[in-house]
């Protein structure tokens, strides 16, 4: 009872300040140690993607082609969680109206039962059918509403070709997290990512839910007598360039597409701007062989253009490298004139040159009509004139349900899968299967090299200053305090603030070493020394600091809780090699999920488990409405199998559990 005494006052010290306690030197080319996480992801997304070119270099017959088609493509569609059954559209008309050039209808539908969408649907005038194009907006807070999105929708519509414009989730009229008020509380990017870190653990993505409102799309425009049914085009700026070319690639009725400023390579996207919101980063791309090429590629040999623009923030140099894969490609299925470019001398945007581009791109497949066609000065709407709703946000219509009912209604149902997985399988099993979603790499032998950088004494505590290191490119700093006469245990203590915050009352460290333990203050990776306090556009208070570095392991297949717990598991073999004495580990805050799992994937390896201020459970993060910080917890599809209390029934040790609560914004 003397032992747990202490740790709980230790805790009571764990936010208090204390003196400089810096293990590592300063890096040799001035970078900061914050940036040692993604200097080692980048390493390792370079060399996957080197391997990816070596395999699309040996890409010479059609048949190579058509098997590269089909495994990528599964590949996505698996990383997207699939896709649900198709439900009623229960499609209605909310308005209407007439303009110079073109006819208009305010459209609401059913992407999935209760999840509205709303949209505009601009109609040539005359009589039809038309071809039919989709037309998924890019981050703009009003959605279809915004000025870019009108224009592209109202050439199309003046030249022949009906176009639906439709709001994303999280934009318009489809705001995930309103005030009490009914305003937006957050932007769409936010919004996507808080979104994401629930969709991460159901096995999904953001990107697919707007995937699916994409080809639900389709299917309203196939739905009407006045639409070509297998005439169908896609193109959209930004954010909906991005779903412009996701959908070409997984919806072989796009038979015509024009992402404009999205397109880029994974290379210059990581070395220049780094991975943007959620539904931009797909799991495991990076690792099973995908680059922006290849949404290119999948969706051969259909035509597309990339309006690009010189100055974009994504890498005009990478858009360049993607284009000459594609055409080689295209070349050799003997369409090399159903790909082309156009670049425009302007920053990020949908601007006029790239409109009329797309419009007359459309023009040449869809009505094979090789036009110059140039945009008029559309009158455009008002924000009045283009919304679908009385109140401007959809979640107040009858009967409607927001993204954050249908992930709850998915965790619930997973719910019962795990359940009789963890009842029905053998321990061993489970292990195995909990090491495989978290991506473990650490052998049950593992140890780090372990470098004494110097010692000191702080207020009588003896200290060493270590860094460890697990593996190239990552170093652990830690301060190691022994006592007098080791008779006790090893106290490995991993804090989510970083382990100069335990000293800041090191009358508890002294108690500690009193009793004959020693104790191993570690920062995990991407915590203490190595953590990033750069989060920009108020990612910092919601999302986390650490996104970036978070999307690029998650594009790579890998987890931070995984990386995490090998750093457990490797500094807590190196304790066993000094002395084969009981580990007592305690973690706070975001280190207590690693440590629960390193906890119960070597049970035999701790004696003691406690947990302070972390969170209970992920089912609980899905289910809290505005759960905040919960990104770098979370581990891609983790909940089909396990949720964070199934891993007590694996541990061994003695577990205590302080305080747990998911954080809200």
């Known amino acids: 009872m003397r032992f747990f005494s202490v740790i709980f006052c230790l805790s009571l010290a764990l936010t208090a300040t204390a003196a400089d306690f810096s293990v590592l030197p300063a890096n040799p080319d001035g970078t900061p140690h914050a940036a040692m996480m993604y200097k080692y992801l980048l390493h390792e997304a370079e060399g996957c993607l080197n391997a990816r070119m070596e395999a699309y270099e040996a890409l010479k017959t059609e048949a190579d082609i ?23 559209l229960n499609a209605r008309i909310t308005g209407q109206g007439e303009k110079e050039h073109f006819r208009y209808e305010k459209v609401i539908f059913e992407s999935q039962p209760g999840l509205l ?25 009003e959605g279809k509403g915004m000025d870019a999105y009108q224009r592209a929708s109202m050439l199309l519509a003046a030249n022949g070709m009906a176009a639906l414009c439709y709001d994303p989730i999280g934009q318009g009229e489809r705001c995930t997290f309103l005030k009490e008020d009914g305003s937006v509380e957050l932007g769409s990017v936010i919004d996507h990512t808080l979104v994401g870190a629930k969709a991460i653990l159901t096995g999904m993505n953001t990107a697919s839910f707007r995937v699916w409102d994409g080809m639900r799309a389709i299917d309203y425009l196939q739905s009407r007598d006045d639409i070509i049914a297998d005439k169908i085009g896609c193109t959209g700026n930004s954010g909906g360039g991005t779903l412009t070319s996701y959908l070409m690639a ?42 922006h090429a290849d949404y290119l590629h999948l969706h051969m040999p259909n035509p597309v253009l990339m309006c690009v623009a010189t100055r974009d923030f994504f890498d005009i140099n990478g858009t360049w490298s993607t284009f000459r894969q594609a055409k080689r490609l295209y070349t050799r299925l003997g369409v090399a004139e159903r790909i082309d470019l156009i670049e425009n001398d302007e920053e990020h945007g949908f601007h006029k040159a790239q409109r009329e581009g797309m419009v007359r791109w459309m023009s040449r497949w869809l009505l094979q009509q090789d036009r110059f066609i140039t945009e008029p000065d559309f009158d455009i ?3 009045k004139e283009f919304l679908c709703t009385d109140r401007g946000q959809v979640i107040y219509e009858a009967g409607a349900r927001s993204i954050l009912d249908l992930l709850s209604e998915r965790e619930n149902m997973l719910a019962q899968k795990r359940t009789a997985f963890n009842r029905s399988a053998d321990p061993s099993a489970i292990r195995e299967k909990i090491k495989e979603l978290i991506a473990l790499r650490t052998s ?9 950088l110097k010692e000191d004494t702080y207020k009588g505590i003896p200290l060493q200053y270590l860094a460890l290191n697990p ?3 990552i170093v652990l700093p830690a301060l190691l305090a022994m006592p007098e006469a080791f008779t006790g245990s090893w106290i490995l203590i991993c804090s989510a603030e970083g382990k100069a915050s335990l000293f800041g009352n090191p009358e508890r460290i002294q108690a500690l070493l009193k009793e004959g333990n020693a104790v191993l203050a570690l920062d995990l990776r991407g915590l203490g020394e190595s953590a990033n306090h750069e989060g920009g556009l108020g990612w910092h208070k919601t999302v986390g600091p650490d996104w970036q570095d978070f999307f690029l392991a998650f594009l790579l297949g890998r987890s931070y809780v995984g990386m995490r717990t090998e750093d457990i598991l490797t500094a807590a073999h190196w304790l066993k090699t000094k002395e084969d004495k009981a580990i007592r580990l305690i973690a706070t805050g975001e280190a207590t999920v690693p440590a629960r799992h390193a906890a119960a994937l070597e049970p035999d390896l701790f004696k003691m488990l406690r947990l302070e201020g972390g969170i209970p459970s992920w089912a609980e993060v899905v289910h809290t409405t505005r759960a905040k910080h919960q990104l770098i917890n979370t581990v891609h599809n983790a909940l089909a199998w396990y949720d964070l209390p199934d891993l007590t029934a694996l541990t061994q040790a003695q577990v205590e559990e302080i305080s747990s609560t998911v954080p809200e914004f």
Do not use: M
């Open 471 to 473: 593996e190239p490119g």
């Open 381 to 383: 709407f008002t924000e």
């Open 66 to 88: 058509l098997a590269w088609q089909e495994n990528l493509r599964s590949r996505f569609t698996e990383s997207l969680g699939g896709f649900p059954e198709r439900c009623p």
């Open 250 to 291: 997984l919806d072989p009725r796009i038979v015509c597409a024009a992402p404009s400023c999205y397109l880029t390579s994974f290379d210059r996207l990581l070395n220049t701007i780094g991975p943007q919101d959620a539904e931009q980063n797909v799991f495991g791309q990076i690792s099973y062989g995908f680059d």
């Open 117 to 141: 969408v709303t949209a505009i649907l601009y109609l040539p005038k005359g009589q039809g059918p038309w071809p039919g194009v989709i037309v998924p907006c890019g981050h703009a807070a």
């Open 444 to 452: 049950d032998t593992a140890a780090p090299e372990a470098l004494v």
